[in-house]
């Protein structure tokens, strides 16, 4: 059973960064596709970043130029680092692994800006 835990979200002022860290158990995930989502109050899920299995990355338009993902396969780890954050950036944040006939998502960490 393969289990994801985030963590690094908190509170920041605009600005600022974070790293969020996606801890995969159960499964070696480096050869899977793995995305990042948020979800603000009262919005949808959206995509902010995705990276392939050799490496490639996505961005949302709205996080292009200030977040990068990365993965360490060594760790098993997904990464998001965040920078220049601002309140829109505000949302809980899912890591997700795509298996090919499924996917699984971690808890959420939640990540607010403000001053």
């Known amino acids: 059973q393969v289990q994801l835990v985030e963590s690094g979200g908190g509170l920041v002022q605009p600005g600022g960064s974070l790293r969020l860290s996606c801890a995969a158990s159960g499964s070696t995930v480096s050869i899977y596709g793995m995305d990042w989502y948020r979800q603000a109050p009262g919005k949808q899920r959206e995509l902010v970043a995705t990276i392939t299995s050799g490496g490639s990355t996505n961005y949302a338009d709205s996080v292009k130029g200030r977040f990068t993902i990365s993965r360490d396969n060594g760790k098993n780890t997904l990464y998001l680092r965040m920078n220049s954050l601002k309140p829109e950036d505000t949302a809980v944040y899912y890591c997700?692994?795509?298996?090919?006939?499924?996917?699984?998502w971690g808890q959420g960490t939640q990540v607010t800006v403000s001053s």
């Open positions: 997700k692994l795509n298996f090919p006939r499924h996917s699984v």
